[in-house]
Each structure stands twice: as structure tokens, then as C-alpha cells.
């Protein structure tokens, strides 16, 4: 197909889909002639995964390259390249003092790799929330630690390193599925909001 | 104290508190002279509090101003004031089709006003993991849907609006616990990789 179809399909602009094409993140059509370039199915599927990248999830063009390049590497080491994602989202981390966040990773008992840039990213979140003079109340912290934890277990129970699309599924999963638990959870403090502080209607 | 003083208490440099001041995230010192201020701690946490906002929370300078807008105002209508932050957060949102985002809501049972502009922002996200080829297993999203209802829960239910911080709490709690429930999923996803991924040591 011709770029005009491709962003009719798409949905992309086709001023985005060159600079995309620029950038590296969508691979050259097959020229047809000096100027034109024919494109396939799989373009349009990389396309839709380009743009939930750099949307809700808010990845820049560069983290999107690193992310594409780990999903499109052949590896059966899935827990290597969920360590890498985790440095791609994390790599413009400040340093921290991290005492706050290893005694909450000791409270909540994880397993974690001394090394992991998430780490630094927990030490800078429970700053923010110092700075801003926000305590976490005890019960509050421990529904986190519960909740968080029973959301791991159920994305690894369906997790089978066996899969043929196992990798691109880890990637993905921790990227992309992080907006829509942030939203769910805004969601259900409205709904919990409504039926706690909301002026009953025949009061 | 002067500028050089508010500098090292706050660890922001003089140079973001100017533009901060110009921005009016921080309200004027006293002046003492045509070339110098005065200030004093309430400047020193409310930087605090600017710099958490920009910083892992990642508002930008016009939201953040709103954020300040809505806590510095004194209101009892804390229902309100959350549906005002929930705004401020997703003023950017596209136009999308909520057909997705209105049945995983039905699905929860919450209670959201239809005017809610996190239904826009739940429907992007789901729209992303669509476009990504991506489908959350239904166990999965059955588990989004009970911890993310937990979270609200303990919240809401260590929030009084009779507390005299009450307003501050909700604005601040719904902003800047995101970013630390975000970061505590992928440590909890990391620990359930290692459990379950990584090569035994003694194999």
C-alpha cells in the first residue's frame, strides 16, 4: 500500500509516519520508484504499537527505539529483558538517597536486584511525597504493598516463559498496562469518593 | 532568609526558584530593598511541594499551577475538588470512543459521574494496549478491578473530611501516590519474575 493508505489504516498522520520512518522506530517501505514506497500489513501493526508507546504510556522517541529493539531481538531470557525495560523507563533517574525505599522493599519482602534502577525510582516517588509533607498511612501502605503484590502474581500466572509472543507480552505488559492501572485506580477512588463524601440525594 | 539560604534549604538552585516566582508557583518575598527578598519556611515547603509536583508526578508548570489553585483554596466540597484535580490531570485527553472504557466500568460496578474525564483517559488506555496487539487475560483484569478497588478503599477510608488537611490530602494522595503505586507494581512484578523465571542457583 502507498503512505496515504497507511494512514488511512493507521490512523497516523503521514507527516508522523516519515518522521517515525526517520527516527528508525517503522522499518523503509520497498521503493517502488525514486519517490515512491510501497508498505504492508506489518507496517500498519507496528504502527499501532509505535503510537501506544508514545502515547498514554509516554515513552520519547529514543525509549521507544530501546523498547522496539528489545521486543524484536530473539532471546528466551525474559527476565533479562524485563531488567532491561526497567532501565529504559527508569534512565533518567536522579540519584537518591535509597534508604527509604530498601526498608520498604525489605518490609514488603521482594526479591529485588540490587542493581535495579527501579529502586531509584521508589527512592524518588517516596521523596515526592515527603516533600510535598504527604504521609502514607500505615494501613494505606500495607494495602499498596497487598495490592501491588496480588497484580505481579496474576500477570505471572499467565505468564508461560513457553509462549511464542512471551517476550513482546512482558515488554508490553509493563509498559503499557501501568496507564490503565493508574486510571483504574483514580476511577475507583471517584466511585469510593461518591459513596463515602457525596451528600446523600434525600438527605 | 535570603534567596542564597532558601537555595540550600530547599536543594532547588536560585536560578528554577526565579523562574518558579515569575511562573508564580511561589508567592513574592518581602522585599527589603529594590534587589533583594525576604523569605521564609512557608516558601521552603512550598517548594517542596512544586518541585514533588514537576518532578515524579511530571505535571508541567500550567497544571501544577492549577494543583496549588485548588489546594490553597479554602472549600468543605471535597467530592468537588477531587472531579477538579481529575480535570487538571487529563486536560490534554483526545477525543476517543468510550464504548471499551464505559463497559470495564460497568463491569467493576463503580459509580462515575458520565462527565468524568477519566473515562477519556481509561479509554486511551485501553486503546494503546489494543493497539499494541496486547489483550489483558481476563483473570488479570479481574485482579485490576479487585486491587485497584482495594487501593481506593484503604485510601478513602483514611481520609475524614473533618481532618483540617482533608483537601490537601486528596489532591496531593490522588497525584503523587501514582507515581509510587507505579513503581511498587513493576518492584512486585520483579519479584514474581525472579521467583519464577530465573534459573534455580543450584540446578
Given at each position: 500500500m502507498r503512505i496515504s493508505e497507511l494512514e488511512r489504516r493507521s490512523?497516523?498522520?503521514s507527516a508522523t509516519i516519515k518522521y517515525y520512518l526517520r527516527e528508525g522506530l517503522l522499518p523503509p517501505g520497498e521503493?517502488?520508484?525514486?519517490?515512491?514506497?510501497q508498505y504492508d500489513d506489518d507496517?500498519?501493526?507496528?504502527?499501532?504499537?509505535?503510537r501506544a508507546l508514545v502515547g498514554p504510556a509516554g515513552l520519547s522517541i529514543a525509549r521507544t527505539r530501546e523498547v522496539l529493539r528489545i521486543i524484536d531481538r530473539p532471546t528466551d531470557d525474559l527476565f533479562s529483558a524485563l531488567g532491561e525495560v526497567q532501565h529504559?523507563?527508569?534512565d533518567e533517574q536522579e540519584e537518591t538517597d535509597d534508604a527509604a525505599a530498601h526498608a520498604l522493599i525489605d518490609r514488603a519482602g521482594w526479591l529485588i536486584d540490587p542493581a535495579s534502577p527501579e529502586i531509584?525510582?521508589?527512592?524518588?516517588a517516596l521523596r515526592a511525597l515527603d516533600d510535598a509533607g504527604f504521609e502514607v498511612p500505615d494501613g494505606v501502605m500495607k494495602t499498596y504493598i497487598a495490592a501491588t503484590g496480588s497484580i505481579a502474581s496474576a500477570e505471572l500466572a499467565h505468564m508461560s516463559p513457553h509462549r511464542p509472543d512471551a517476550l513482546r507480552y512482558v515488554v508490553l505488559g509493563t509498559i503499557l498496562a501501568g496507564p490503565l492501572i493508574a486510571v483504574m485506580r483514580r476511577l475507583a477512588e471517584q466511585d469510593a469518593a461518591l459513596r463515602?463524601?457525596?451528600?446523600p440525594d434525600d438527605a
Open positions: 490512523g497516523v498522520p521503493l517502488t520508484s525514486t519517490t515512491q514506497a507496517h500498519v501493526t507496528r504502527l499501532r504499537l509505535v529504559v523507563i527508569n531509584g525510582a521508589l527512592a524518588a463515602r463524601l457525596a451528600p
